[in-house]
């Protein structure tokens, strides 16, 4: 192997080693509001705001990339205050349809808006971002979603999803409780689409589709939305899956193009069949199988 | 008066499920509220803690008016609860779900245990102790890391009084705690009962199980189709014509 093909070798494989960090913190936002037991579905378009918001800043500014960041993720948190005031008074799939529309709304909000091209969207955005901002990012979400878990609010959290009224006559708040974690993951999701703006050098009302966040949810689910952690394994294992099956695909002769999608839903139907706690339940399930079957021999 | 009701109504459509219905519950007592299936008890204590609205009327916690209030902060002034169809939450242990309702006495900023400021750690210790102390107390402490839906279903009870207790409230109400419990069980939610009233808690008492009621209760409440037919001491109420024509049917 030359040093040509290994630098190659390495831009492909930067690539996609950033994409697992930025489809984990995607993963993590949906995760967030996940864990008080509220399907919103508005990821894409809390994600929309971040980019545009840091790739407006850089364009047009000279502020120093932090700040460009710190915008990128404040502006969608502020913006889902208003939003999860009166959308979280409604349950289950009636919320998933209402920040489904919110998702739409933000984007074909940017499709009519001249100032950022309309639908060509922006383009020529310097890249800011490396593997090291991506990954910072995606631990300070770990962190934070680490030490909620455990903690009074942690606990009103699990309380909140397990049975919402029960939590209520215990004490607990839990619009208010909701709203933070609306909030928190919105600003996930903007600190995402903010780093995604400066890696990619293009930010387009396209990339904000209702497929998007289909996605990000596929990848928590997939993982497993038991523990924090979870979302971040299925968004890198979904990750690095099309790169595997292109891999094996070119060794045997295949487009693997095509079937990309057919494999992801494969996995996760078979997921949800036989690990609906996700990807991080395996090695647990694994031993449990492991002693029977020793205890099985043993009584044999 | 700790508790009071002033002519609480509630109807479901046409159906007045509570009918203008009104007593009190002092300090340290013990009130049952008995009656036959679909008297209205149940939807009284969901007026109380406020799960549901009333239609009219009053309901008051030391003449502080508390029917329109949302059920967090009924729960804040003192008033919790148990559930007749037990409502634990059934992926967390016995102590966690205890802890929860720990809620309302516990102070920990999460921004401190965020950037590890000390004293975090010695609140959480403390939190588990005092949960584990009030599983203790209802028999439970050997079955606190156990996971709530496989314990049995009097053991579940046992835990929803204690996570009930947890806030340290005024006012305890308990819908059915003996449903589905032996007779040794039973007497021993009736030993907690009395003691939690002599520690100076109200206890607001729905049952079906006579001999408990007559045996814990300072007063009792009777309803029938939403209104109160008699209320007075157990001895009262259980010579009362209209209590006896209730249960036992005829005029």
Request: proline content about 4%; hydrophobic content about 50%; charged content about 15%.
């Amino acid at each position: 192997m030359n040093g040509e093909s290994l630098r190659d070798l390495w831009l492909t494989y930067q690539s996609t080693v950033a994409f697992i960090g930025l489809n984990g913190l995607l993963a993590l936002s949906v995760y967030t509001t996940l864990s008080c037991g509220q399907l919103s579905l508005a990821q894409a378009g809390f994600m929309a705001l971040g980019s545009y918001a840091s790739a407006i800043l850089t364009l047009h500014t000279s502020a120093p990339f932090p700040v460009v960041l710190l915008a990128g993720t404040l502006v969608p948190a502020v913006v889902a205050i208003p939003l999860g005031l009166p959308v979280l008074r409604l349950k289950g799939v009636f919320l998933a349809i209402a920040t489904i529309g919110f998702g739409e709304v933000v984007r074909i909000f940017f499709v009519n808006l001249d100032f950022t091209n309309g639908a060509l969207g922006l383009v020529a955005i310097p890249q800011r971002t490396g593997l090291v901002a991506i990954y910072l990012a995606l631990a300070g979400a770990l962190f934070i979603l680490w030490r909620i878990r455990g903690s009074r609010a942690g606990y009103a959290l699990e309380a909140i999803r397990e049975d919402e009224p029960a939590a209520r006559t215990m004490g607990i708040h839990a619009s208010a409780y909701k709203l933070s974690m609306v909030v928190l993951g919105a600003g996930f999701a903007g600190l995402a689409g903010a780093l995604d703006a400066h890696f990619n050098f293009i930010v387009a009302p396209a990339n904000y589709s209702f497929g998007r966040v289909v996605d990000m949810l596929v990848y928590a689910v997939v993982g497993g939305t038991t523990v924090f952690y979870g979302p971040v394994v299925g968004a890198a294992f979904l990750t690095l899956l099309p790169e595997v099956l292109r891999e094996v695909g070119s060794r045997v002769g295949l487009q693997p193009g095509p079937l990309r999608l057919f494999v992801n839903g494969l996995v996760l139907l078979l997921v949800i069949l036989f690990l609906p706690n996700g990807i991080v339940s395996l090695p647990r399930r694994v031993r449990r199988w492991l002693e029977t079957r020793r205890a099985a021999a043993h009584a044999a | 008066m700790l508790l009071s009701l002033t002519d609480v109504r509630r109807t479901f459509g046409g159906l007045h499920a509570v009918d203008g219905v009104g007593f009190q519950v002092d300090t340290g007592e013990v009130h049952g509220l008995i009656g036959p299936n679909g008297a209205g008890k149940t939807t009284l204590l969901n007026l109380v803690s406020g799960l549901i609205r009333p239609t009219g009327g009053a309901i008051s916690l030391e003449g502080r008016r508390i029917e329109r209030l949302p059920s967090h902060r009924i729960a804040a002034l003192g008033i919790t609860r148990t559930y007749q169809n037990i409502r634990l939450f059934p992926a967390l242990s016995a102590a966690e779900n205890v802890l929860v309702g720990s809620h309302l006495r516990r102070v920990d900023p999460l921004w401190k245990r965020m950037i590890f400021v000390p004293g975090y750690r010695r609140e959480e210790a403390d939190a588990l102790q005092w949960a584990l102390s009030l599983l203790a107390r209802v028999g439970m402490e050997d079955r606190a890391a156990e996971r709530a839906s496989s314990l049995s279903y009097g053991e579940q009870r046992r835990v929803e009084i204690a996570r009930a207790l947890a806030s340290g409230p005024r006012v305890l109400l308990l819908d059915e705690p003996t449903a589905g419990m032996n007779p040794s069980e039973v007497a021993s939610i009736a030993a907690l009962i009395k003691e939690v009233a002599r520690s100076g808690q109200s206890v607001l008492l729905v049952e079906h199980n006579v001999k408990l009621v007559m045996d814990v209760c300072d007063r009792i409440t009777v309803l029938n189709f939403g209104k109160v037919i008699a209320d007075g001491t157990p001895g009262e109420v259980a010579g009362d014509r209209a209590v006896i024509a209730a249960y036992l049917g005829g005029e």
